[in-house]
């Protein structure tokens, strides 16, 4: 079974970094491709960023392009979420998710694990 953990989340003030880690139980960590999703209260779950199988490829959406970075370490099975220039409206429960499909993804449908996310709180 496949199991996903992250870390990283807390309560910041607007402006500062963090950086989420996500690490995946398995050695076959290559063979899935990553995400991160986020969930504001009240609201539905979002893309936030995807990597590649290899890291060679991301994805990020609009509202973090320039400010966040995915990275992932295949040794370690572990991918990140650099989170710089952080604002209120990033505030959210930030989940990982792995993908078994060959290309990276920005629908939920398309991830088939999931861990159980992380709180992150920014104050203005």
């Known amino acids: 079974q496949v199991q996903l953990v992250e870390s990283g989340g807390g309560l910041v003030q607007a402006g500062v970094s963090l950086r989420l880690s996500c690490a995946l139980s398995?050695?076959?960590?290559?063979?899935?491709?990553m995400g991160w999703f986020r969930q504001a209260p009240g609201k539905e779950r979002e893309f936030v960023a995807a990597?590649?199988?290899?890291?060679?490829?991301?994805s990020y959406s609009d509202s973090v392009k320039g400010r966040f970075t995915i990275s992932r370490d295949n040794a370690q099975n572990t991918v990140y979420l650099q989170m710089n220039g952080l604002k209120p409206e990033d505030t959210a429960v930030y989940y990982c998710?792995?993908?078994?499909?060959?290309?990276?993804?920005?629908?939920?449908?398309?991830?088939?694990?999931w861990g159980q996310g992380t709180q992150v709180t920014v104050s203005a």
């Open positions: 398995r050695r076959t960590f290559r063979n899935y491709a």
């Open positions: 990597i590649s199988r290899s890291g060679g490829t991301t």
């Open positions: 998710a792995a993908s078994g499909a060959q290309i990276i993804a920005v629908e939920m449908y398309k991830y088939d694990y």
